[in-house]
């Protein structure tokens, strides 16, 4: 499951001065950038056509994204536009009989992240929206024990972003947001880029994902996310080493020679830093590649040598 932004389409209706507007949009593109680069398959999803956006009363998104300056950043949400998974902002089917409400107006982008577990996005010119949290009204067409039409109303949160320090509330949940639903581990290695944007894998390790215990996919997929957390924050000018976010340590001298793998050159290298999971004796085995400030995964499975 990927990571799912839905623009608030009524984050846009303040008037404010362009110069605001245009420190709002840069924002904007931070929060966007930000969710990236934690999940390659995050994607933007809007009702209407971002072009066609007025950004505040009388300035429309075309005119913004025309100008020089903006150039890089519109190409930057028009990419995370190309990955939505459907072309309205709802698939098919979900959500007949649902409407929600902010502010006594229909909120089309909290509806489609609250069903979906999204998180909404908003243009931060309205104080209204500078919070993580966002609460709407939910109403539910459905039936009484008699079959009579019944409407339920409720009042619900829903997740939201429209600065860096609401993101850091959702952080955790934007890395893990799938990974509990994984059912094969072949499914780890098909979303290997998305998921962990700080590992590379060695071709071996296809197999061994295909061949991955059941129950060993989702704790696999929550340590490889922990090592890969560890290693987006890792500078290796600073530190040899990241600070680990879980039980990493190298294996002892006498089993060392356990570890050596071809790398990718085809020269066998030692892998033996080591990652757990369980139930059982289950490790992923990778070594540091600082050049590049990512780590090598080489073996994902039954610890070595048992």
Not at 220 to 242: C, F, K, S
């Amino acid at each position: 499951m990927r990571v799912l932004l839905f623009f608030n389409e009524l984050s846009c209706s303040a008037p404010q001065p362009r110069e605001q507007v245009d420190e709002a949009m840069k924002q904007f593109v931070r929060v966007l950038r930000a969710v990236t680069d934690q999940r390659q398959d995050a994607a933007l999803i809007s009702d209407v056509k971002l072009k066609e956006l007025e950004l505040a009363p009388g300035y429309y998104l075309a005119e913004w994204s025309g100008r020089p300056a903006n150039v890089d950043l519109w190409r930057w949400i028009r990419r995370m536009q190309n990955r939505a998974p459907f072309s309205d902002v709802l698939p098919p089917g979900v959500g007949e009989g649902v409407d929600y409400f902010s502010d006594g107006r229909a909120a089309k982008a909290l509806r489609a992240a609250h069903l979906l577990d999204g998180m909404s996005v908003s243009l931060l010119v309205d104080t209204a929206w500078n919070t993580p949290w966002v609460q709407a009204n939910r109403s539910v067409l459905t039936e009484d024990p008699n079959g009579e039409a019944l409407l339920l109303e409720e009042a619900v949160e829903v997740r939201h972003g429209a600065t860096l320090d609401h993101l850091r509330l959702h952080m955790e949940w934007i890395k893990q947001i799938g990974i509990p639903a994984l059912k094969r581990g072949s499914e780890i290695w098909e979303s290997r880029m998305d998921l962990y944007p700080s590992l590379l894998f060695l071709p071996q390790t296809e197999q061994q994902f295909s061949e991955l215990r059941l129950d060993w996919v989702v704790p696999a997929a929550q340590e490889l996310r922990r090592i890969d957390h560890a290693i987006g924050d890792w500078d290796p000018q600073r530190t040899r080493e990241p600070t680990w976010r879980s039980n990493v340590t190298p294996e002892g001298e006498t089993r060392r020679r356990l570890c050596k793998f071809k790398d990718f050159d085809g020269i066998p290298r030692v892998f033996d830093l080591h990652g757990r999971f369980t139930p059982g004796h289950g490790r992923v085995y990778f070594r540091l590649d600082p050049q590049t400030g990512k780590a090598i995964v080489a073996h994902v499975g039954l610890k070595l040598g048992i």
